[in-house]
């Protein structure tokens, strides 16, 4: 199989840049012990874009539109499952990972130009079937958003709905029965941005980045990840202490370059070796980062979309 060697530190974003002589030796060291790896050309699932992926217990799985696999093996095989998507279109609501279950937030058919949305709950405790915690809640009735987990809560920021994006913050003890604890966040309104959690400090990431220790209070790490461009489409997720941006739209035209930060506040461009992609669906299994999917296309070089399903990790070898 082959591997592809990369560093950790790029002095520029440009992939034309050379990092001086220190960081040089910093990086031949690390590229002596991490590298991508391709681990299948075609997974078990179809090509396609804005899925996700979970460890739990041990186990790699994917939830994908039309089913969900499991690998027990670290994604060398995969089996798919009995347990359906309930939540249904994956492209507007996500399932979440919660005190080792696996919650399904909301049901919704349709598009966004005509939908139905139905507040309802589930949970799976052994990832075969799916229980309804409730036909009705008062999750707030909106889509694109991201639900992440913060002193042992469930939370929300923002998404939006047919009239507006929000701008507020609700959380959840048990996934049924939703608070809202600030409205008006510092950040304005929010559609699609994409939290994670590192040192005890959330990070929440668009094409800025802004931090807090308590959920309600947020301070701007910085106005641009990549100075000059808009970013978008990506997946993160924190690895060997730091934050990891994947499969960027950058100016309206995809990527393969990552994104990485220690601080929210710096960011460098790693090289990847697989072709430029959005939407894709991560995960950090067994110390190691898990990636598949996403799409590329939608400009004028390349007006049709190419869908992938190949699977791919990173980690010590």
């Given at each position: 199989?082959k591997?592809?060697l990369?560093?950790?530190?790029?002095?520029?974003?440009?992939?034309?840049?050379s990092?001086?002589?220190?960081?040089?030796?910093?990086?031949?060291?690390?590229q002596?012990?991490?590298?991508?790896?391709?681990?299948?050309?075609?997974?078990?699932w179809?090509?396609?874009?804005?899925?996700?992926?979970f460890?739990?217990?041990?186990?790699l799985?994917?939830?994908?539109?039309?089913?969900n696999?499991?690998?027990?093996?670290?994604?060398q095989?995969w089996?798919?499952?009995?347990?359906?998507n309930?939540?249904?279109?994956?492209?507007?609501?996500?399932?979440?990972?919660?005190?080792?279950?696996?919650?399904?937030?909301g049901?919704?058919?349709?598009?966004?130009?005509?939908y139905?949305f139905?507040?309802?709950?589930?949970?799976?405790?052994?990832?075969?079937?799916?229980q309804?915690?409730?036909?009705?809640?008062?999750?707030?009735?909106?889509?694109?958003?991201?639900?992440?987990?913060?002193?042992?809560k469930?939370?929300?920021?923002?998404?939006?709905?047919?009239?507006?994006?929000?701008?507020?913050?609700?959380?959840?003890?048990?996934?049924?029965?939703?608070?809202k604890?600030?409205d008006?966040l510092?950040?304005?309104?929010?559609?699609?941005?994409?939290?994670?959690?590192?040192?005890?400090?959330?990070?929440?990431?668009?094409?800025?980045?802004?931090?807090?220790?308590?959920?309600?209070?947020?301070?701007?790490?910085?106005?641009?990840?990549?100075?000059?461009?808009?970013?978008?489409?990506?997946?993160a997720?924190?690895?060997?202490n730091?934050?990891w941006?994947?499969?960027?739209?950058?100016?309206?035209?995809?990527?393969?370059?990552?994104?990485?930060s220690?601080?929210g506040?710096?960011?460098?461009?790693?090289?990847a070796?697989?072709?430029?992609r959005?939407?894709?669906?991560?995960?950090?299994?067994h110390?190691?980062?898990?990636?598949?999917?996403g799409?590329?296309?939608?400009?004028?070089?390349?007006?049709?979309?190419?869908?992938?399903?190949?699977?791919?990790?990173?980690?010590?070898?």
């Amino acid at each position: 199989m082959k591997f592809y060697l990369i560093g950790w530190l790029i002095l520029s974003i440009s992939c034309s840049s050379s990092a001086p002589k220190k960081d040089q030796t910093k990086q031949h060291h690390l590229q002596e012990h991490h590298a991508w790896h391709k681990l299948l050309d075609n997974a078990a699932w179809r090509k396609n874009y804005n899925f996700q992926m979970f460890s739990l217990r041990d186990t790699l799985w994917t939830f994908h539109p039309d089913a969900n696999w499991y690998s027990v093996d670290d994604g060398q095989h995969w089996t798919k499952s009995s347990l359906p998507n309930v939540i249904n279109n994956h492209a507007f609501l996500d399932y979440i990972l919660f005190n080792g279950h696996i919650y399904g937030l909301g049901h919704f058919e349709g598009n966004i130009e005509r939908y139905t949305f139905k507040p309802m709950i589930y949970r799976t405790s052994d990832m075969l079937t799916w229980q309804t915690l409730a036909a009705q809640s008062n999750l707030p009735k909106r889509f694109f958003y991201h639900p992440f987990v913060f002193q042992n809560k469930l939370w929300i920021i923002g998404g939006e709905d047919q009239q507006q994006q929000y701008a507020d913050i609700w959380n959840s003890e048990d996934g049924i029965h939703w608070i809202k604890q600030k409205d008006q966040l510092e950040f304005g309104k929010r559609s699609g941005s994409l939290i994670v959690q590192m040192n005890g400090k959330l990070f929440l990431l668009n094409n800025d980045v802004w931090s807090s220790s308590d959920g309600v209070n947020w301070t701007r790490e910085t106005d641009e990840i990549v100075k000059g461009e808009q970013i978008f489409g990506y997946a993160a997720v924190v690895y060997g202490n730091k934050i990891w941006l994947l499969g960027c739209n950058r100016n309206g035209q995809f990527s393969s370059q990552v994104l990485v930060s220690g601080d929210g506040k710096s960011w460098q461009g790693m090289d990847a070796p697989w072709s430029p992609r959005g939407g894709i669906a991560a995960t950090v299994h067994h110390n190691k980062i898990f990636m598949t999917g996403g799409k590329y296309g939608g400009t004028p070089e390349h007006t049709e979309f190419i869908y992938s399903n190949d699977l791919w990790v990173f980690g010590k070898d």
